[in-house]
């Protein structure tokens, strides 16, 4: 019988203080949760870069301009952040993090919780998470970022933005893209969603959860089954 999986896409802005030091009583806090797992889903981690990551890229970005360049630091980041989550679930994580999609399909061998960084220059980490949601057949991904949810405009830049409970692919991609300069992030830009990763979304027709890990009582409360949707569900 093959694993059911969950998706948890952890934005990498949440591992980090405000002083960019580790913030590690939130990984501790997430590794716990994730470690008390009376689902039927095996966990399935994929960690973004965060603001290390633009350091880098912001610099590598001024003496190169070279977007690819960039991108391929921030992949690197993540699978460094990817790391950390191992280093702590210790035997309940597999040991490596996959580089490709290949490499993941030997990890699913194991009984073990899978942690993963970026893949390719070009993609998101919340496209990799998609990605790898489509590929083994995950029926849930769940978003964790430093919002409640998925807003109607920008809720950093605007008090009266009004926090979407549902929302279908097409809304989701009218939304986005009205509140966009460009369609397309570059290394670095921080958005809950792309271009790519909403065409992956809407043809894998995967069932997406976004809320906030700022606070984690919520996605506790949903891990252990006492409620249904930590701030947007995203389904067609």
């Not at 009376?38 to 603001?51: F, K, M, Q, S």
């Not at 003496?63 to 191992?86: H, P, V």
């Not at 409360?221 to 389904?235: E, P, V």
Request: glycine residues 6%; neutral net charge.
């Amino acid at each position: 019988m093959s694993k059911t999986y969950i998706i948890i896409k952890i934005g990498g802005s949440l591992l980090f203080r405000k002083d960019d030091k580790i913030d590690s009583q939130k990984i501790e806090k997430l590794c716990n949760i994730l470690k008390n797992n009376t689902r039927e889903e095996y966990p399935l981690i994929v960690v973004g870069g965060g603001a290390i990551a633009r350091n880098y890229i912001n610099f590598v970005r001024k003496y190169t301009n070279n977007e690819a360049l960039c991108d391929l630091f921030g992949i690197e980041i993540s699978r460094l952040n990817a790391k950390l989550f191992i280093s702590y679930l210790e035997d309940l994580a597999y040991p490596l993090v996959p580089k490709s999609i290949e490499e993941l399909s030997i990890a699913q061998i194991s009984n073990k919780i899978i942690v993963m960084g970026g893949l390719q220059p070009g993609q998101s980490t919340t496209s990799v998470a998609l990605e790898v949601a489509e590929f083994v057949k995950a029926k849930k991904t769940i978003i964790l970022t430093d919002v409640e949810g998925v807003f109607d405009k920008d809720p950093h830049k605007y008090k009266d933005a009004t926090l979407l409970e549902n929302i279908d692919y097409n809304q989701l991609t009218d939304l986005i893209i009205k509140n966009s300069s460009s369609e397309q992030a570059a290394a670095g830009e921080y958005r809950i969603f792309d271009v790519v990763s909403l065409q992956i979304l809407k043809r894998s027709k995967i069932e997406v959860m976004v809320g906030s890990g700022l606070n984690l009582k919520n996605f506790e409360r949903f891990w252990n089954g006492k409620l249904d949707n930590i701030g947007t569900i995203i389904s067609n």
